[in-house]
Structure formats: structure tokens, C-alpha cells
């Protein structure tokens, strides 16, 4: 029972997100992939406002103590990617199901843009759920061809 939480709980910690602890849940585990997938894509989003929140306390005293941080977050800033792309590019961006590409990676990108954090987080979100999806199909398809082999 605790490995099974641990799994789920792998849903919040950074790089492995859902794109870890779905597969080892689908794997090791006799739960449904469905509840599964709810699971890990409910907490992966239940990150984003704690890292917004964590972002917002942390952000303005690192930039005040550190001329290269400062530096960085004005350089994102100033870049033309927000109004090109958006939040649609932020949603494509965290969809893609490869690590380093997901609800914490998108969060600090909208933070560093300085997207609306209600918008942002909606395509934060969106984002997840589509990874979700992707990440489901493929390692149920895998798990699938393994045992018909």
C-alpha cells in the first residue's frame, strides 16, 4: 500500500511527474488504468498553484540578491514567445510526454513570462492532461503487445 502512494505521490516531484509515475503504477500495480490516469493527472495539476505560490515568495528575493538571476528573468521577459505563442504553446509544451517538459517546467516558463497565472494554469493543465493521455495509450499498448507476445 505505501509503494503504491509513493508511486502516485511521484505525480508532484519535478522531472518525474506523470511521465514516471504512471508507467510504474500501470506496471507494478493491479489498479485500473483509469483510476490510474486520474490519479497521477490530478495531482501533476494539483502542483501548479503551489509552484506559482512558491515562485511568487521566492522569485523577488533571489532577483534583489542575485544580478544573473535578475538578469534571466528579464531576458524571458522581454522575449516576443508570449505574444507569438502563448498559452497554446505553453499547453504543447507540457503535453509533450518527455521528462523536463511538464507541469513544473511549464509553471516556471509562465512565471518567467509573466502569463496570467489563472490562463497559464489552465493550459498548464490542459497540457497534463493531454502528456496523461499520450503516456496511457502507449504504455497500456506496450504492456498489451508484451503479453500477446
Known sequence: MLDTILMFLLSMVPVFELRGSMPLALVFTSIHPAIIFLICVGLNILVIPIIFVGLKLLAPPLTERSKIIRSIFDWFRKRSYNRKWGLVGLAAFVAVPLPGTGAWTG?????????????AALAIAAGV??????????VVSIITIIKIL
Open 107 to 119: 509553471t516556471l516558463i509562465a512565471y518567467l513570462l509573466g502569463m496570467n497565472r489563472k490562463h
Open 129 to 138: 492532461i493531454a502528456a496523461g493521455i499520450m503516456v496511457l495509450v502507449g
